[in-house]
């Protein structure tokens, strides 16, 4: 049984309740951040934080950010909870209104905050070491991906769907291009050991593991180009990977049944990893 948080209040899971007027039920009007733990401490809590405030800037939920008290809640659902590794999910809502509404509530009615941890094996990975295979689909989403909103129907057909197709994940087209996973960003690496991802803009997350790999990929002397690539340009590819908060980095084996390289995870990808982990494991808090 987990202790979780909602609005002020630490209670075991099964007693956690939330309004069936709060407008992240009825209109996916909420933003959330997935923060890793390791050894019984947050990875790159304040890019998390940072992100949720641009986040609900971007909707107008009247959220003001305290960086030191969310800092506390999400180490006291850690000690709460005997968290050694997984993740910690936070979600703020506009809150719940009187009734159902298009209309925004008025200013007076609080957002509603709820956290929660999953415990999870982020090191030691299956997936990690066999890699994935991903299938593409449509990249139907509406056009602003930069925000981390609750509104993830899309990206759980599409994840259903490449399962039935035997994958382990989808990959998303846009005007023939690959924009992102369907809970993660995408990369390939070339015949020069270029990374290759595409450049920050709307259609796309801004992933805050994306932002810490290609500071790692500057460490190894890797060159990085952040350009859109087709699925036609990646089954070609040396390599290919996905990253996120509770993946770090996995490599991609097979794009829509064609292997990519020998089939197996490369070194770059297997390295990024491990560089990764290490960097963050010193720099948690």
Same mark, same amino acid.
């Given at each position: 049984?987990?202790?979780?948080?909602?609005?002020?209040?630490?209670? @075991?899971?099964?007693?956690?309740?939330?309004?069936?007027?709060?407008?992240?039920?009825?209109?996916?009007?909420?933003?959330?951040?997935?923060?890793?733990?390791?050894?019984?401490?947050?990875?790159?809590?304040?890019?998390?934080?940072?992100?949720?405030?641009?986040?609900?800037?971007?909707?107008?939920?009247?959220? @003001?950010?305290?960086?030191?008290?969310?800092?506390?809640?999400?180490?006291?659902?850690?000690?709460?909870? =005997?968290?050694?590794?997984?993740?910690?999910?936070?979600?703020?809502?506009?809150?719940?209104?009187?009734?159902? =509404?298009?209309?925004?509530?008025?200013?007076?009615?609080?957002?509603?905050?709820?956290?929660?941890?999953?415990?999870?094996?982020?090191?030691?990975? @299956?997936?990690?070491?066999?890699?994935?295979?991903?299938?593409?689909?449509?990249?139907?989403?509406?056009?602003?991906?930069?925000?981390?909103?609750?509104?993830?129907?899309?990206?759980?057909?599409?994840?259903?769907?490449?399962?039935?197709?035997?994958?382990?994940?989808?990959?998303?087209?846009?005007?023939?291009?690959?924009?992102?996973?369907?809970?993660?960003?995408?990369?390939?690496?070339?015949?020069?050991?270029?990374?290759?991802?595409?450049?920050?803009?709307? =259609?796309?997350?801004?992933?805050?593991?994306?932002?810490?790999?290609?500071?790692?990929?500057?460490?190894?002397?890797?060159?990085?180009?952040?350009?859109?690539?087709?699925?036609?340009?990646?089954?070609?590819?040396?390599?290919?990977?996905?990253?996120?908060?509770?993946?770090?980095?996995?490599?991609?084996?097979?794009?829509?049944?064609?292997?990519?390289?020998?089939?197996?995870?490369?070194?770059?990808?297997?390295?990024?990893?491990?560089?990764?982990?290490?960097?963050?494991?010193?720099?948690?808090?």
């Amino acid at each position: 049984m987990r202790t979780v948080y909602v609005n002020g209040n630490y209670v @075991p899971e099964n007693e956690a309740s939330v309004s069936i007027f709060d407008r992240a039920f009825l209109f996916a009007d909420g933003v959330y951040e997935v923060t890793s733990v390791l050894d019984g401490k947050l990875i790159d809590f304040h890019g998390h934080i940072a992100r949720l405030e641009r986040s609900l800037k971007e909707l107008g939920i009247n959220y @003001p950010v305290d960086k030191d008290a969310l800092l506390e809640i999400h180490r006291e659902l850690i000690r709460k909870n =005997d968290l050694v590794e997984g993740m910690i999910y936070l979600q703020v809502s506009r809150g719940a209104a009187a009734d159902r =509404d298009f209309m925004f509530p008025s200013a007076d009615v609080k957002p509603t905050i709820v956290l929660f941890t999953q415990s999870k094996s982020l090191v030691k990975s @299956p997936a990690a070491e066999r890699g994935l295979k991903v299938a593409s689909f449509p990249d139907q989403r509406w056009r602003r991906c930069d925000i981390k909103t609750v509104q993830l129907l899309y990206s759980s057909l599409v994840k259903n769907e490449a399962a039935k197709k035997g994958a382990d994940d989808a990959w998303l087209v846009l005007d023939g291009k690959v924009t992102e996973g369907s809970s993660n960003n995408a990369y390939i690496v070339d015949e020069n050991n270029t990374i290759i991802t595409r450049e920050l803009s709307n =259609d796309i997350l801004h992933g805050i593991t994306r932002k810490a790999i290609l500071q790692c990929a500057a460490e190894l002397d890797l060159k990085v180009e952040e350009r859109a690539f087709s699925i036609a340009e990646a089954q070609k590819a040396k390599e290919a990977f996905i990253t996120s908060a509770s993946s770090f980095v996995y490599p991609v084996i097979e794009i829509d049944g064609a292997k990519i390289g020998d089939g197996v995870p490369g070194p770059i990808a297997k390295r990024l990893r491990e560089i990764y982990i290490e960097a963050n494991r010193a720099a948690a808090i």
